[in-house]
C-alpha cells in the first residue's frame, strides 16, 4: 500500500491482521445499504453478507467513506449508520467519484467499481457482490462503469451475473472485448440475476473453490491487468422462473420509460418497481444470492490463502 492511499484509508483491526496473516479476505460494496434495499432489510442484508463470509471462514471487508476517509471494514455502528441514512444525503461512489467525495469529506456507498478500486489498493483479491452493471436495454451506449473497472482492475469478483434488467447479451459482449472471463460456478451459462439462467455460454465452468483459484493464481502469473468474474446462480429455492421474471423486468423498463427515468436514476428505480411486480419476490432473491456469493467468495478465498501462489 502506498503513502498516499494509506493517508486515505482507515483499515479495521480485524482485516489488517488478516492481511497481514495472510488469510482469507473478501471485500464487500456498501451501496446495498445505502443505495439499495430499504432500512431495515438493507443492514439485515449487509450484516447477512457479512456472516456468511465468516461462515466461509474468511474475513469481511466492507468498504464505505466516511466522513472523507475510506474505511475497509466496519463496525456494526457505522453499519448501522450508514444503513439508517437517507439514500440522497449519501454518495454512490464509483471511479468518478472517489476524490469528489474525499475532498468534501462526505459519506458515500461504494459501487462495484469504486469497491474493486479501493480492495485492489489495500490487497484484497476477493469481491462479492448481487449483480455488476453492464449495458442498459434499449441504450447501447448506457455502460455502466463496472464494466470498464473489470478491464483495468485485477479483482475477481463473485456475483449473479449482471442485474437482469440490463441487456445481458450485449453486456457479454463488452466483457469479451475487455478481456475479462466469464466463470461459471457450477453452471455452464450466465446467470440471469433473479433467474438461474441466461441461455449465454460463460468461459468455462469450474466446480471447485481450488479450480477457481488456480486460474487467479494463473492471471497473476501473466500479470494481466484485469479482473475475473465469477458468475454462481442464486439458490435454486428463491431463484424466479426465467420467463416470469422476463415479464415482470419487461413491464418495469417500460414504466421506466413512460415515466421518463434515465441515467444513474435508472436501476434502483426498476429494481423498487420490479420488488412491487413481485410481491417481494425479487428482495428475497437478491437477499439469498448475496449471501450464496458471500459464502462462495470465501471458499474461494481461503483456497487462494493456501495456494502456492505468494504475493509479492
Known amino acids: 500500500m502506498n503513502h498516499d492511499f494509506s493517508s486515505a484509508v482507515v483499515i479495521s483491526p480485524e482485516v489488517q491482521s488478516a492481511l497481514e496473516s495472510g488469510s482469507a479476505v473478501v471485500a464487500l460494496e456498501s451501496t446495498v445499504l445505502t443505495h439499495g434495499l430499504p432500512y431495515p432489510d438493507n443492514l439485515e442484508t449487509a450484516m447477512g453478507m457479512e456472516e456468511a463470509v465468516r461462515q466461509g471462514d474468511a474475513t469481511p471487508a466492507t468498504i464505505a467513506v466516511l466522513s472523507g476517509k475510506i474505511h475497509v471494514g466496519l463496525s456494526t455502528t457505522q453499519l448501522e449508520y450508514l444503513g439508517c441514512r437517507p439514500a440522497h444525503e449519501l454518495r454512490k461512489c464509483s471511479r468518478r467519484d472517489l476524490a469528489i467525495v474525499l475532498a468534501q469529506?462526505?459519506?458515500?456507498g461504494t459501487t462495484v467499481a469504486g469497491t474493486m478500486i479501493i480492495a485492489h489498493r489495500a490487497g484484497i483479491e476477493l469481491f462479492a457482490t448481487g449483480g455488476i452493471g453492464g449495458v442498459h436495454r434499449g441504450h447501447p451506449f448506457d455502460v455502466s462503469a463496472d464494466l470498464e473497472?473489470?478491464?483495468?482492475?485485477?479483482?475477481t469478483v463473485v456475483c449473479s451475473g449482471a442485474k437482469s434488467i440490463l441487456d445481458l447479451p450485449a453486456t457479454m459482449e463488452v466483457?469479451?472485448?475487455?478481456?475479462?472471463p466469464v466463470i461459471g460456478y457450477k453452471t455452464g451459462e450466465l446467470p440471469a440475476f433473479f433467474a438461474r439462467s441466461s441461455g449465454l455460454a460463460v468461459s468455462s465452468r469450474?466446480?471447485?473453490?481450488a479450480g477457481v483459484a488456480a486460474v487467479v493464481e494463473a492471471r497473476r502469473s501473466l500479470s494481466l491487468q484485469s479482473g475475473i468474474l465469477v458468475a454462481a446462480a442464486v439458490p435454486s429455492s428463491e431463484a424466479f422462473d426465467a420467463d416470469r421474471a422476463e415479464a415482470i423486468i419487461t413491464q418495469a423498463t417500460l414504466d421506466a420509460e413512460a415515466r421518463g427515468i434515465s441515467g444513474a436514476a435508472t436501476t434502483p428505480w426498476l429494481l423498487r418497481r420490479i420488488a412491487e411486480l413481485s410481491g417481494g419476490e425479487s428482495v428475497r432473491a437478491n437477499v439469498a444470492l448475496l449471501r450464496n456469493n458471500g459464502r462462495i467468495a470465501?471458499?474461494?478465498?481461503?483456497a487462494l490463502s493456501g495456494s502456492r501462489y505468494a504475493p509479492t
Open 298 to 302: 470465501a471458499e474461494i478465498a481461503v
Open 206 to 209: 469450474i466446480d471447485t473453490p
Open 105 to 108: 469529506r462526505g459519506d458515500g
Open 175 to 180: 466483457l469479451e472485448t475487455k478481456g475479462v
Open 149 to 155: 473497472e473489470l478491464g483495468r482492475t485485477p479483482i
